[in-house]
């Protein structure tokens, strides 16, 4: 499958009830839509069955799904001074726009200046953040609320500290096929990220 989806895509020489599944990962500081594309099986003139995936169902992206707040997360903090030590302790709440139950699994990443994630050590956020909690189902119109704590220990490294915090949708059951078994409905899942920044002082 190509990443465009103009126009009508053909995926020859597939075989009937063949299962697909996607997962878009994408690290980005906006939060992308979700979508639900329609994907219906037609045969060729050669006889060959072909999974067709329609640009009637892609007329612009539809409304973002799951919203959070606050988008992001950018403090100063004194270990040495006392100073706005309660920054270090954060609370997001994830919103549930959409018509079905959103299961989500949350994990930080420690990443460099440039967004690149890099190996957790003693002088990165990971290891001295409690989430709480991890995992959880939204129900639809929902929301869930989720803390987190960073306990940087005296003495901990001066300087800005990045991390993401991963925001994934699961897709236990990604495709849902028509009553006929000629179509099917492919849900996508997304994975958020949501950029931290605390400059330890």
């Known amino acids: 499958m190509t990443s465009s989806l103009n126009g009508s895509q053909r995926l020859s020489k597939l075989a009937p009830g063949l299962s697909v599944a996607a997962l878009t990962t994408i690290f980005m500081f906006s939060y992308p839509a979700q979508a639900e594309l329609i994907i219906n099986n037609s045969i060729d003139d050669g006889g060959q069955v072909q999974m067709v995936i329609s640009e009637a169902s892609q007329d612009g992206l539809p409304p973002a799904q799951l919203g959070i707040q606050p988008s ?38 420690d990443v460099d200046e440039a967004g690149k994630p890099i190996e957790p050590s003693e002088s990165t956020l990971k290891p001295w953040t409690l989430i709480n909690p991890t995992q959880f189902t939204i129900a639809p119109g929902g929301y869930q609320t989720v803390r987190m704590s960073i306990r940087l220990p005296t003495g901990f490294v001066e300087g800005k500290r990045h991390s993401i915090l991963s925001i994934e949708q699961q897709i236990d059951h990604a495709v849902t096929y028509n009553t006929d078994g000629r179509g099917a409905t492919l849900e996508i899942g997304s994975r958020y990220g949501l950029p931290i920044t605390i400059d330890v002082q």
């Open 72 to 109: 992001v997360v950018d403090e100063m903090v004194s270990l040495t001074q006392r100073k706005n030590l309660a920054k270090l302790n954060q609370s997001f709440t994830l919103y549930n726009y959409g018509t079905k139950p959103k299961v989500i699994k949350l994990s930080l990443i």
